[in-house]
């Protein structure tokens, strides 16, 4: 019943605008409320606090299908719901919760702050600093990048080092909010894909956080910020799976419709050939997708399982993306169609949230380990 709903409103509020917003680099506000209005921001979130008390793999479902008709309208729900919500949801006390979390389903559009320009897949080499002024709270000083949903944010959660002699074990996870003196966020990066989604430079000067404003234990940031990242690649991949079936859908009508000597394109046998190992490998990348949430949402280890799917699913989304394009002929490479942004919106998933390496590194490591 989740996928129809989100389908049915995704063809219905978001396809009309998915050209235009990619032009412009924007996404339209009145999808953003869209999403809002329809529960999308808080699937996980309790009812008691304001979101639709659904599962893990519900928010997974939903990310999907969002991504068959705009992947950057994808992410602004996949980050919402796997990385922000559940940071408060998990590792916030009950005064945060209760003040946030609300908002964040409702109303308020949340980001994650924990890429610097120095600290890529290095996540924690942060320069970004918090000192501890007593009484009067924190002052954070630094940078961040690559931040998506910054241009639409009211909510930060950002990861800084309140004592770098203690290294990565110094980093405490704050909550800052829009309007705060010092926080500045800069113009949306020119993208090659997901052109809508908002990804910003942000930065703080001297800008003062109140002490209940920590999330979690001070010190603790960087494990906060390893577990979500596991959770959020599965969003990640659902994405990708979202982006590959998107081609997919809208490649293959086409095919049964356009002939060439005589008969559709579908007729033919290395068409055929090609069709069939789309379907295989999307079929592949959606169920190690599933998999990895199922043994997230049943309390399982799942870190090598959600670097499968999201390393494989991006690969798919770019192999069927590619082949969709091809097969389309001319026309698939022209902005009349949607196989050339779904070409464009692919490629993103071999690098953010953990780059294809990044996850081959740590398949490896595990696997490696039950052999010792």
Not at 2 to 27: F, G, I, N, S
Not at 339 to 349: C, L, M, P, S, V
Not at 355 to 364: D, M, R, V
């Amino acid at each position: 019943m989740l996928k129809e709903a989100v389908k049915k409103w995704a063809e219905a509020e978001v396809k009309p605008h998915v050209r235009r917003m990619d032009q412009e680099k924007k996404m339209d506000s009145k999808v953003i409320k869209g999403l809002f209005e329809q529960g999308f921001m808080g699937i996980e979130t309790p009812e008691a606090l304001g979101g639709a008390g659904m599962s893990f793999t519900a928010a997974i479902l939903a990310i999907e299908e969002l991504a068959k008709v705009d992947p950057s309208v994808s992410v602004c729900a996949d980050v919402q719901n796997t990385l922000v919500n559940n940071m408060f949801k998990f590792y916030g006390s009950k005064e945060v919760q209760e003040k946030y979390l609300p908002k964040l389903a409702t109303d308020t559009v949340g980001c994650f702050c924990l890429s610097e320009p120095g600290s890529g897949s290095d996540a924690f080499a942060l320069a970004t600093r918090a000192q501890d002024l007593g009484s009067e709270g924190f002052r954070i000083n630094g940078s961040k990048l690559w931040i998506t949903n910054g241009g639409e944010a009211g909510i930060f959660v950002v990861m800084a080092n309140l004592d770098p002699s203690k290294g990565h074990k110094g980093i405490t996870t704050f909550v800052l909010e829009k309007g705060m003196k010092g926080l500045e966020v800069h113009a949306s990066e020119d993208k090659l894909g997901i052109r809508a989604s908002s990804t910003t430079p942000i930065t703080f000067t001297d800008v003062i956080v109140p002490r209940k404003n920590v999330l979690g234990e001070i010190g603790k940031g960087y494990k906060y910020a390893i577990e979500i990242l596991n959770e959020g690649r599965i969003g990640i991949a659902s994405q990708m799976v979202g982006i590959a079936q998107g081609a997919f859908d809208a490649t293959i009508p086409y095919l049964h419709e356009r002939k060439q000597f005589g008969k559709p394109i579908a007729e033919f046998q290395g068409a055929q050939f090609q069709i069939a190992d789309m379907a295989i490998e999307i079929e592949a990348a959606r169920n190690l997708t599933l998999n990895a949430a199922r043994l997230k949402e049943n309390g399982h280890s799942f870190v090598k399982e959600a670097a499968m799917a999201k390393y494989y699913a991006s690969q798919v989304a770019k192999r069927v993306a590619t082949t969709c394009v091809e097969l389309m002929g001319g026309v698939g490479f022209t902005k009349d169609m949607p196989q050339e942004k779904f070409y464009r919106d692919a490629i993103i998933g071999s690098i953010y949230e953990g780059t294809s390496n990044i996850q081959l590194q740590t398949i490896a490591k595990i696997v490696s380990a039950q052999y010792k």
